[in-house]
């Protein structure tokens, strides 16, 4: 039995030998056999994702780009965010910027959102307020006033530059030329009509008397206005001076010069001194030299008279630009057939609003100057300071009219 018994294990375990050892042997087989498979897959999937790289790669090289990429298309928030950048605080520039901003919500409703910034009229403090325009990732960028232009056009070639308040965009190096701007900016020229300008001061001169160009020494626009006049008066043989003001504190001396030697002041669309529009009225009073301003809103705080354009009117007409560029600059990308370049802002023309030119007197200093208005100009929008009495007159006058109501009735009732 025990015999028996023992063979029938060694049976069982010989037996189990011979089937293991063909078990393990045909799994190690079948191992490498799937080892390979997985790696000739992966190697697979390689070569196909590189050549669809390359594929991409080579399309993308063919394909024509153009000379600027669109702006973006419409937030998924639905807005568009506009950085404005006014280079001063004073009125025509304000103007400008109000107008263009009641432009846009005329397109946009509330759809469009300003981040409105005013500097301090240098160009460093412009840079910064760029910068950070820049850094938001803006939409669209909005100057008004020279520096302002300088350091936009300066700061990029993508983010499109619109530019209000501007007299020359040559002359500060923004574009190359009025027709075809050729990079992201363009805008509307502040410049009023000069013949007109002339004429009107040489109305101002007596015989062998003197114009005096009183402008900031390190603004070029201001010095591209007074060389337009100056040649004109050149041609009509009238004298002329040129005074610089290199600084803010300068700027009541200099008056003082060329008002001692000139028969009449010309102030060209100057931001430093629109800003001290106080000190010019002063000086004007005081020697009873009139000053002509090329700006309404200069010649109300202290000109005599000025030949001016609408900056309201200029300031929407730059939001019809604005307008075409968000909505249509994408389209100038497109084949032929659908191809539109409204809103390509490289072939945006500069352009001018001299249709709105009007010759404007400031009431005020006619009277203190003894200046007669024979030829019938308008009068400028004068200053808050001068319609404040206007409320009391409108009081004293329904006093008045209260008191007639009363006698009235008591009359009736006697």
């Not at 500060?172 to 502040?190: F, H, K, L, M």
Request: contains cysteine; hydrophobic residues 35%.
């Amino acid at each position: 039995m025990k015999t028996g018994y023992w063979k029938k294990i060694t049976a069982l375990l010989c037996a189990a030998a011979l089937i293991l050892p063909g078990c393990g042997a045909k799994a190690k087989e079948e191992a490498p056999a799937q080892e390979t498979a997985q790696p000739a897959a992966e190697e697979q999937g390689t070569q196909d994702a590189a050549a669809a790289q390359d594929a991409a790669a080579q399309a993308e090289s063919t394909e024509e780009k153009p000379e600027q990429e669109p702006v973006k298309v419409r937030h998924e928030d639905g807005y568009y965010y506009i950085g404005i950048l006014q280079q001063a605080d004073h009125e025509s520039l304000t103007r400008a910027v109000e107008g263009f901003m009641a432009g846009m919500e005329e397109y946009y409703d509330e759809n469009v959102v300003f981040d409105y910034r005013t500097a301090d009229g240098t160009r460093e403090d412009c840079d910064r307020i760029v910068k950070t325009f820049i850094s938001d990732k803006d939409d669209m960028i909005i100057v008004a006033g020279t520096r302002a232009l300088e350091s936009a056009a300066d700061a990029t070639t993508t983010i499109p530059i619109i530019g209000l308040a501007v007299t020359d965009f040559i002359m500060c190096g923004a574009v190359s030329s009025y027709s075809e701007p050729d990079r992201n900016v363009t805008g509307i020229s502040d410049l009023p009509p000069m013949q007109t300008t002339k004429e009107v001061l040489e109305s101002f001169v007596p015989e062998g008397g003197k114009v005096g160009f009183v402008l900031s020494s390190d603004e070029v626009n201001s010095a591209f206005q007074c060389g337009f006049v100056e040649e004109y008066l050149t041609e009509d043989g009238v004298s002329y001076g040129e005074y610089l003001v290199d600084s803010d504190a300068a700027v009541e001396e200099v008056l003082r010069k060329a008002s001692a030697e000139c028969s009449v002041l010309y102030l060209p669309a100057d931001n430093r001194l629109a800003v001290h529009m106080d000190l010019v009225k002063k000086v004007s009073l005081e020697t009873k030299v009139p000053v002509m301003t090329s700006d309404e809103w200069m010649c109300r705080n202290g000109g005599l008279i000025t030949v001016t354009i609408d900056m309201d009117v200029l300031g929407r007409r730059a939001s019809e630009m604005a307008y075409n560029i968000l909505e249509y600059a994408w389209m100038a990308k497109l084949d032929d057939d659908e191809y539109d370049d409204r809103g390509d802002i490289t072939m945006m023309s500069v352009d001018r609003v001299r249709d709105t030119m009007a010759v404007k007197y400031n009431p005020e200093m006619a009277d203190a100057l003894g200046w007669t208005n024979s030829e019938g100009y308008a009068a400028v929008e004068m200053p808050e300071s001068y319609e404040e009495a206007a409320p009391e007159e409108e009081t004293s006058e329904e006093t008045s009219e209260e008191t007639t109501a009363d006698e009235a009735a008591a009359e009736e009732n006697g």
